[in-house]
Structures are given as C-alpha cells and as structure tokens.
C-alpha cells in the first residue's frame, strides 16, 4: 500500500520541490537575459534575491497557521496557484520597484510549501510506534 501511495505522492510533491529550489536561485539565471532588454544593474539583482527570503521570512508563520485552519490541500493549491500567477507576472516586468514587488510576492506564497508537503507526507506516512 505505502508503494502505490508513494507513486501517487512523491512525483508530484518532487517535482514541486525541484521547481521552488528552481525558482530561489533562478534570479541568477534570469539576470543573463534581463541585463539585455531592462537596464537593471547587479545591486538590482542582488536586492530582488534578498526580497524574496524576507518575504519567505515574514509568511512562514502565517501560512502555517493558515494550513492548520484549512488544511494541506487547500493550502498547497493556494500556494501553487498564487506562486504561479506571480512567476508568470514576472515577465511583464519593467520597472525596478515591479521587480521587488514581484520577489517579496514569490517569497511570500512560497514559503508555507516545504511545511506544507512535508504535513501532508505524515498524514500518508505515520511513524511506527515504538515503546521501550
């Protein structure tokens, strides 16, 4: 049973994480192709990355909580969709200050994910009771 659970879960719960990791470091890989068409400099750049850990920093808490009240699925679809709509918005780009919106944004619905998946893992997966 935990195997056909497991193919269920894991590929999806996977490939969410692997984009979240993509999606934190990827403002490096985006200022290559932006530096060509916006006239942003590296303290730009550097600025936006750490936007969007403080607005992971300051959103932890409260999309936990928000996850305890209404529960895992809810909350990842809540997560997943917001994080998509602002990475999508993030092409519309234009000014420096829309930049950092979007990266606070990003950090903001991002940061309740890993708690999240990992909750709705141990509703699935329980830990064997062990007594001594």
Request: hydrophobic residues 55%; positive net charge.
């Amino acid at each position: 049973m935990y195997r056909k659970i497991a193919w269920r879960i894991m590929p999806l719960l996977l490939t969410a994480y692997v984009v979240a990791f993509l999606d934190r470091i990827n403002i490096g890989y985006a200022q290559l192709q932006m530096k060509e068409t916006l006239a942003f400099s590296d303290a730009v750049y550097a600025l936006g990355a750490g936007i969007f850990f403080i607005g992971y920093l300051l959103f932890e808490v409260p999309s936990n909580v928000m996850l305890e009240k209404i529960g895992v699925r809810k909350t990842l679809l809540r997560i997943m969709v917001c994080w998509g709509v602002v990475a999508v918005a993030m092409m519309f780009v234009q000014t420096p200050t829309q930049f950092y919106v979007l990266r606070f944004l990003l950090g903001a619905f991002e940061a309740g994910f890993t708690p999240g998946a990992l909750l709705y893992l141990t509703f699935w997966y329980h830990q064997p009771d062990v007594r001594e």
